[in-house]
């Protein structure tokens, strides 16, 4: 991506970092002790890969790799979304909480869609993975059998 104005200008990379920094800031302080090497751990590094692997997906050469780690962090999103329903669910995290949780998931997720459309729409290269394999015309030759492909002796 060479005429973009970097990875801090990414909407949707600031808004997944923010709302890793909203769970480790407001959600797992509510946790108790005993949730540290649980429910604590799965929720602070599923948040925080949100935005680590819109990063690493942005910083690859081709797009379909960027693609790839948007599904990838897209897959992080909902696995948050989980763990802060069982929170709720067992009375760690208030339904109020909850409530803005998932409205910030919900924006995440729209975001992200949009982003990955986008990039998407943008013009693979030729070797690019996935991309498909172009036939140059002045390779074709005469004496192949159209048939079968097979050159004619």
């Given amino acids: ?77 909902e696995e948050s979304y989980s763990h802060l329903v069982l929170a709720n669910e067992i009375d760690y995290l208030p339904d109020d909480l909850l409530k803005i949780l998932k409205n910030e998931i919900n924006e995440i997720h729209r975001m992200l869609n949009g982003y990955i459309t986008f990039m998407k729409r943008r013009k693979r290269g030729a070797d690019e993975p996935g991309a498909p394999k172009s036939f140059k015309e002045e390779e074709r030759s005469d004496n192949i059998d159209p048939r079968n492909g097979i050159p004619d002796p």
Avoid at 45 to 68: D, L, T
């Fill in 1 to 77: 991506m060479s005429n973009d104005k970097g990875l801090d200008s990414l909407q949707v990379w600031q808004r997944s970092l923010a709302f890793a920094k909203l769970i480790h800031n407001k959600v797992l302080p509510l946790f108790p002790i005993e949730e540290k090497w649980a429910m604590t751990h799965q929720l602070r590094r599923s948040s925080q890969s949100i935005a680590a692997n819109i990063a690493e997906g942005y910083g690859r050469y081709y797009y379909q790799e960027g693609v790839r780690f948007c599904y990838i962090a897209r897959g992080s999103l």
